[in-house]
Nanobody, 124 residues
Framework: QVQLVESGGGLVQAGGSLRLSCAAS????????MGWFRQGPGKEREFVAA????????RYVNSVKGRFTISRDNAKNTVYLQMNSLNPEDTAVYYC?????????????????WGQGTQVTVSS
């Protein structure tokens, strides 16, 4: 069992930056693939970014490529999402998730554990 706790959300102006963190419990964090998803008002939860257990593979949704960076620190059991050049369309609740298979999956159903989410609001 893995527990995930997100932090770092908040209110930011368009063009600004935020760094989200997701702290995981347990001693097997390094074996999990980790992902970030988001759910905007009235929208489905969508994939944002993922990183494989080996840190050798990262994937991004097209709308955040070049602006967002996912990384992980296995020594700290933490995955990060650095978000730059934010725009109002990035406003959403951001969730981190863990995949026992260890892949950088883009598919929501392949993730086994989810955090409670952190709100990101970007004002214009």
């Amino acid at each position: 069992q893995v527990q995930l706790v997100e932090s770092g959300g908040g209110l930011v102006q368009a063009g600004g930056s935020l760094r989200l963190s997701c702290a995981a419990s347990g001693r097997t964090f390094s074996s999990y693939g980790m992902g970030w998803f988001r759910q905007g008002p009235g929208k489905e939860r969508e994939f944002v970014a993922a990183i494989s257990r080996s840190d050798g593979n990262t994937r991004y949704v097209n709308s955040v490529k070049g602006r967002f960076t996912i990384s992980r620190d296995n020594a700290k059991n933490t995955v990060y999402l650095q978000m730059n050049s934010l725009n109002p369309e990035d406003t959403a609740v951001y969730y981190c998730a863990a995949d026992r298979q260890g892949y950088a999956s883009t598919i929501k159903a392949e993730y086994d554990y989810w955090g409670q989410g952190t709100q990101v609001t970007v004002s214009s």
